[in-house]
């Protein structure tokens, strides 16, 4: 009964030590890249000025409606994965009622070689979180890239699984989530997107003016040591990159140097 | 006793099933309609310890099953039918050099021929086939045909008989018996592993992979389960197959009944082919390492979700948009390298954001008042929500392909258009059919833009 007053064991000091190492995810650093968006001010917005390729990442549209731009936003970071790093990108999707199907010439359009897509057809959620998982565990991908428009087993568990397998491989892993989606995952970084609206004034003489650039509203809901917030951000499809679409309006910007961040873009 | 109505087609069924279990013998078996079951037991025989043992173990099986065999086992399939059928004991053993003493008692009808021809050999004293064989066979065959004399050669060894079998037989195979019937799948998982270390180990020496691996479990019931894996390459890995078949026995789990126990389990590699070596490099990493590893996740995935739902994009000479792509199984073989960005620039010159990242493989209809007679829509509506549509671009024209002489009657002219809701969603519409000649064309969604 006297254990209670004893030094704590070395062994639980380890195994603390341990754990907080894990949490940082400093144990398995080799496998890790780090991510530019293309453009050092939407670099700027993530901690380390740049993404961890072995991070989860949820893509949220904000609402029904803005789905086809939410997987817009997911396919244009896909590209961005496919650019920096070799080997081939897994898409899985359910056997979707909905069927929003991937266009391969449209891919190509947007930046995306078809050749390095392999699409998985699946016939239940769980059937899909397992190949994700797999997928995940290859080190020879470049990432995955899961649409789950309906969800009932992907939970908290389910995305802590991806999360730390993603950062055992160093492979990334992008969660494409419903406009409904709560509950709390384990997502390193959580965007919720929505379309604008081309952003010149529309001339008055025309009738109906024409298209503008694709600029998605991407609102950070979650990312470590990032502040959440919303930028207008905009993709080049000749540059495969992202770009700010306009100055931060009003916004506070963010600190120079981030305390946690060994990692550090120069120019 | 019971009766019960003679139903021909079930019986069949019933004997292909038992043709099947038998399989456990020899992969080479044939059902042999309305009674009978052929092995072909050469090299098979010494597994059990000999042709009496074998002979034996079949005997005590089938018994338990409520049959009552009887067995010939002799060098040609014709002597050993009529040693089965004929043959003054339960079990017959030819030996090959006695296949024509041992048949020349026997009477003409275990040569498998006619009912007519036996009645007008019986007629002119022809009873047995020691007779038959010592007449001259010119007149024979022109008296009672060339099929009398074809037997006759086939049971005495002279002329060739094959069988086909069954199923399939594998190139290699090996098998597990276990003395005391197995109640539980992780308990055949163990198993798994050593068989499929030496079949992997034959293959290896034989300097060949396979692309199909069947294991069958046999219950002691005489029920067969058969468990298929593919691998979309030549594989003779044995971690790999392991785990394709571990994966496979685990995903049938709860749903396979399990009975009394396995008693037998047997694995066939199928389709092999000469595998080229896999160098190994210098500092003692295998080359393509995860390469392979990649083809392994593949066969995984192939494997649960089925070859067909793995598919890979490859362009199709078409300018309709849904007929521009397809979507091929990954493990398709013979597939060109190809060239997207030529294709693409071919399908829609210079503009490069003519295209859109999502499509509907098959357009909807939607209600949409739009300028007459080629401006684009200024409102529609699709499943059931309302679209205000403020900026456009188009039309793009796309003119059915005349050259495929599609007989379906809405293959019509499409005026593609990109258009822009007050939401900022960008959509891909088309006019299917021109104001001129259609009464009225319709509208359809067809694409989404980022």
Partial sequence: MSRKKTMPSPVVEKLKKQISAIEKGSLVEKNNIFLSTGSHEVDRIFPANSIESSSLIEVLPESYRQRSAAMGAALALSARLLHQKPGPLIWCQLRDPERLHLHAPGLMAFGIDPQRIVKLT?????????????????????????????????????????????????????????????GTTAADIRLSVSAKISSEMPPRKVFLPRIGKTIWNLELKKCRGARSGSWQIGWNHETVSFDLASQLAGRAPLPESTASSPHRYTG | ????????????????????????????????????????????????????????????????????????????????????????????????????????????????????????????????????????????AARYGKGLVDRLDQVMGRKPESLSPIAEPPDYRTHQKFVEPILTLEQITLSLDQLTISMADMLECAGLGARQFILCLYRVDGNVKWIKVRTSTLSNEASHIIRLLTEKLAALGESYDIGFGIEQIILGAYHTEIMSHHQIGLGGKKENGSAREFQALIDRYGNRLGFNNVGKFLPRESHIPERSEQLISISEKGVKPHNWKNFLDNLQGGSHLGRPILLLPIPEPITAIAEVPDGPPVHFEWRRLKYRIIRAEGPERLAPEWWHLMPEADELTRDYFRVEDTEGGRFWLFRQGLYEYEKTPTWFMHGFFA
């Fill in chain 2, 1 to 140: 006793m019971k009766t019960f109505e003679y139903d021909p087609a079930e019986d069949q069924a019933d004997l292909d099933k038992l043709t099947l279990w038998t399989i456990r013998y020899s992969p080479w078996v044939a059902a042999d309609p309305p009674d009978g079951i052929i092995i072909d037991i050469s090299g098979c025989a010494h597994l059990l310890g000999g042709e009496e043992l074998l002979s034996k173990d079949i005997h005590i099986r089938l018994s338990r099953f409520g049959f009552n065999a009887r067995i010939g086992i002799a060098d040609t399939i014709g002597a050993a039918w009529a040693m089965s059928r004929f043959g003054n004991a339960r079990t017959k053993i030819i030996k090959y050099d006695k296949t024509e003493t041992a048949l020349e008692r026997l009477p003409i009808a275990a040569l498998r021929i006619e009912q007519k021809t036996i009645k007008r050999l019986t007629r002119v004293g022809l009873k047995t086939i020691g007779i038959l064989n010592h007449k001259p066979r010119a007149p024979l």
């Fill in chain 1, 122 to 182: 699946i016939k239940n959620e769980q059937d899909l979180l397992w190949a994700m998982e797999e997928a995940l565990d290859c080190p020879y991908l470049c990432g995955v890239v899961g649409v789950l428009w309906k969800e009932k087993l992907y939970n908290f568990t389910a995305s802590r699984r991806l999360s730390l397998r993603a950062r055992e491989s160093g492979v990334s892993a992008l969660m494409l989530r419903s406009h409904r989606a709560n």
